[in-house]
């Protein structure tokens, strides 16, 4: 395994369940992606494969950022609960 797809590996383990099988048709591209600027050797890849590639990453990168993210509360119920807070000094009891 070559430098790049070990990274790209090391980054999806990292990530661990936060990702689903949506994520499944990025993580192939980079894994895909990477193999082929590892191929490329010394010479190094080609503008567009290293351009494709550093799109890809960036995608993975937020992606897997977003994985690592708690969820948050939306809709009505959270905005009404952040009011009732505010008016009172309170939290949601435990």
Avoid: F
């Avoid at 082929?36 to 567009?48: F, I, N």
């Avoid at 494709?52 to 950022?65: D, F, M």
């Amino acid at each position: 395994m070559g430098i790049h797809l070990t990274a790209v590996e090391a980054a999806v383990e990292a990530a661990g369940p936060g990702l689903t099988d949506k994520d499944a048709p990025l993580l192939e591209l980079a894994r895909s992606l990477a193999r082929q600027v590892d191929a490329a050797g010394p010479s190094g890849a080609g503008t567009r494969l290293t351009s494709s590639y550093v799109t890809v990453i960036r995608a993975l990168t937020a992606r897997l950022a977003a994985a690592e993210e708690p969820p948050q509360a939306t809709g009505n119920l959270a905005r009404l609960r952040a009011e009732a807070q505010r008016r009172t000094g309170s939290r949601k009891p435990a």
